[in-house]
């Protein structure tokens, strides 16, 4: 067996199984590797609902309390019985190249961690929140089809398609399950710095279904802002361009702004709701559209900017 696939799921039935059946229909051989999905505390269906499936690879079903992603992640890796492990999310369409095109990045040897490739789904909704998730994640893979020598950056941590060896997690004891958000960003940090040579692979696509609304993405800003201020608190050595470092020094006028806004957030949503708003209503009108994507951005940035605020100056809050 080559290579293990591992796929944390929580309450997502449906979605779990559309990501299975794209990977049961791989064109690598079912003899050569597995997968391995992680129903990690779910109340719905899900765990009946797998152990009815009987693929042709090998398949193996992990059930547990609720403990996140990270934890889901480890307990997936843990399971698998091969010595080379793919992270994906349980709302990935694979492409059926993906698992082979993994294989094939570790034929040579080496210490490293391969990168695949993600894309918008299209069958996912379309809002300014998904418009986000294609111009920031979805736009780098784009670039990097074109600029193979792009040099890897820390922020593009992402462990939703991507494999490394069970060496290297062991070693470093899996993902940090005290972090419920940027725990790729986190488990990326400490994997570097043992050697572990990042490796895009364009060729190795999923198409992520995504449904955040512009509420959720404000939401996770403040989320993400916690987990930003545990993260320095970690590592205070690493400086991750918009983690860490944003919003402690005030360059430009745009720094300025947001951290004027940061302060006064409701001043920021006063100015900006509306323009989302104008831009979720004539989505089809590219600059709307545009108008639309670039407030919730901010809106998100000042919202991220005054919670890590707070945390600076109540940090047992």
Same mark, same amino acid.
């Given at each position: 067996?080559?290579?293990?696939?591992?796929?944390?799921?929580?309450?997502?039935?449906?979605?779990?199984?559309?990501?299975? %059946?794209?990977?049961?229909?791989?064109?690598?051989?079912?003899?050569?590797?597995?997968?391995?999905?992680?129903?990690?505390?779910?109340?719905?269906?899900?765990?009946?609902?797998?152990?009815?499936?009987?693929?042709?690879?090998?398949?193996?079903?992990? %059930? #547990?309390?609720?403990?996140?992603?990270?934890?889901?992640?480890?307990?997936?890796? #843990?399971?698998?019985?091969?010595?080379?492990?793919?992270?994906?999310?349980?709302?990935?369409?694979?492409?059926?190249?993906?698992?082979?095109?993994?294989?094939?990045?570790?034929?040579?040897?080496?210490?490293?961690? +391969?990168?695949?490739?993600?894309?918008?789904?299209?069958?996912?909704?379309?809002?300014?929140?998904?418009?986000?998730?294609?111009?920031?994640?979805?736009?780098?893979?784009?670039?990097?089809?074109?600029?193979?020598?792009?040099?890897?950056?820390?922020?593009?941590?992402?462990?939703?398609?991507?494999?490394?060896?069970?060496?290297?997690?062991?070693?470093?004891?899996?993902?940090?399950?005290?972090?419920?958000?940027?725990?790729?960003?986190?488990?990326?940090?400490?994997?570097?710095?043992?050697?572990? #040579?990042?490796?895009?692979?364009?060729? +190795?696509?999923?198409? #992520?279904?995504?449904?955040?609304?512009?509420?959720?993405?404000?939401?996770?800003?403040?989320?993400? +802002?916690?987990?930003?201020?545990?993260?320095?608190?970690?590592?205070?050595?690493?400086?991750? %361009?918009?983690?860490?470092?944003?919003?402690?020094?005030?360059?430009?006028?745009?720094?300025?702004?947001?951290?004027?806004?940061?302060?006064?957030?409701?001043?920021?949503?006063?100015?900006?709701?509306?323009?989302?708003?104008?831009?979720?209503?004539?989505?089809?009108?590219?600059?709307?559209?545009?108008?639309?994507?670039?407030?919730?951005? +901010?809106?998100?940035?000042?919202?991220?900017?005054?919670?890590?605020?707070?945390?600076?100056?109540?940090?047992?809050?």
């Amino acid at each position: 067996m080559d290579i293990s696939v591992v796929v944390p799921t929580y309450n997502r039935s449906r979605m779990v199984v559309r990501t299975l %059946e794209t990977l049961f229909a791989q064109t690598l051989s079912p003899s050569r590797f597995e997968v391995v999905v992680v129903v990690d505390g779910s109340t719905d269906d899900t765990a009946e609902v797998l152990k009815r499936m009987h693929p042709a690879c090998g398949f193996q079903v992990v %059930e #547990q309390e609720n403990r996140g992603l990270a934890g889901a992640r480890n307990s997936g890796f #843990q399971a698998a019985r091969s010595e080379r492990i793919l992270f994906l999310d349980d709302d990935m369409l694979c492409d059926a190249e993906l698992v082979g095109t993994h294989v094939h990045a570790h034929a040579g040897g080496g210490c490293i961690a +391969a990168f695949g490739a993600i894309f918008l789904s299209p069958d996912s909704p379309r809002s300014l929140a998904a418009d986000c998730f294609d111009r920031e994640i979805g736009s780098s893979h784009i670039l990097r089809r074109t600029k193979a020598d792009l040099p890897w950056e820390l922020r593009e941590c992402i462990f939703s398609n991507t494999s490394l060896s069970r060496e290297a997690l062991d070693s470093l004891g899996g993902f940090d399950e005290t972090f419920r958000m940027r725990e790729d960003l986190e488990f990326g940090i400490r994997l570097f710095e043992t050697g572990v #040579q990042p490796r895009p692979i364009p060729a +190795a696509i999923a198409y #992520q279904y995504y449904d955040k609304t512009s509420a959720d993405l404000i939401r996770d800003a403040k989320a993400f +802002a916690k987990a930003d201020f545990l993260l320095a608190q970690k590592h205070p050595g690493a400086r991750v %361009e918009g983690h860490l470092s944003a919003g402690a020094v005030e360059d430009s006028w745009k720094d300025k702004t947001r951290s004027v806004l940061a302060r006064r957030p409701w001043l920021g949503d006063l100015l900006l709701v509306p323009v989302c708003e104008l831009g979720e209503r004539l989505y089809p009108i590219s600059i709307c559209r545009n108008m639309g994507v670039r407030a919730l951005q +901010a809106r998100r940035r000042i919202h991220w900017l005054h919670s890590l605020m707070d945390l600076r100056l109540n940090p047992g809050v």
